[in-house]
């Protein structure tokens, strides 16, 4: 199995549709990503948690929000999407350093 | 003005040569700086990192360079190979804050046999 697991892989939804996206890891590590990749503009990053407690908003959190739901379940969710959000979405975990990201596999998401 | 700046957007070789990819971040205190390689249709996976107290690191045909006067990293490829095609990121965090790490926009690889 993979260290990090994302579902679904691909989704199509329609605009103003909430949706959610999950993210699992057997890392065993406290931190954990949600960055949102477009062409041309590398990886952005949406939210991020350090501990079960703790979430903090990235650069590009507006219209996004975050659930962690346990150490290694964490959750990205659209309220209401809108066709710029559509993106491939990774999750990742990393150790207490916060060296060495391990990343999903991606969640292409399209909002039409 | 971006956090990490990466140059060239595309790069192509023939299989056999070196391949540079370029790193310039803006903040001083920054102490991390990984590199990633993505291909097609998987998440970005770690290839070699290097920390601020050393200027290089090598691991096989790949090496990092660090210029931390200069601000900026690089990457290099030798004996490219048709299976180091893929995008390659540079990221570094803002200042010591470890765990935030920011992206370079990616560098398109293609190796030409």
């Known amino acids: 199995d993979a260290d990090v697991t994302q579902t679904p892989r691909n989704r199509i939804t329609k605009t103003g549709k909430r949706i959610m996206l999950e993210c699992s890891q057997t890392?065993?590590?406290?931190?954990m990503y949600w960055y949102r990749q477009d062409p041309g503009l590398g990886l952005r990053l949406i939210y991020y948690?350090?501990?079960?407690?703790?979430?903090n908003k990235g650069e590009i959190s507006d219209g996004y929000s975050v659930s962690r739901q346990a150490q290694a379940k964490f959750s990205l969710s659209l309220e209401s999407a809108i066709p710029n959000q559509t993106a491939l979405y990774f999750c990742?975990?990393?150790?207490?350093?916060?060296?060495?990201?391990?990343f999903g596999s991606g969640t292409r998401l399209t909002v039409v | 003005g971006e956090n990490v700046e990466q140059h060239p957007s595309t790069l192509s070789v023939q299989e056999g040569d070196s391949a540079v990819i370029k790193c310039t971040y803006s903040d001083s205190a920054s102490n991390y700086f990984p590199w990633y390689k993505q291909e097609l249709g998987k998440g970005p996976q770690l290839i070699i990192d290097?920390?601020?107290?050393?200027g290089e690191k090598k691991d096989q045909r790949i090496a990092v360079t660090l210029n931390k006067t200069a601000k900026h990293f690089s990457l290099h490829i030798t004996e490219t190979q048709p299976e180091d095609s893929a995008v390659y990121f540079c990221a570094a965090p803002r200042g010591s804050t470890l765990g935030r790490l920011y992206f370079g926009r990616g560098t398109q690889l293609t190796v030409w046999p």
């Open positions: 990742a975990t990393s150790d207490v350093g916060g060296y060495g990201y391990t």
């Open positions: 290097i920390r601020s107290n050393v």
């Open positions: 948690s350090f501990d079960v407690k703790d979430i």
């Open positions: 890392k065993g590590h406290d931190r």
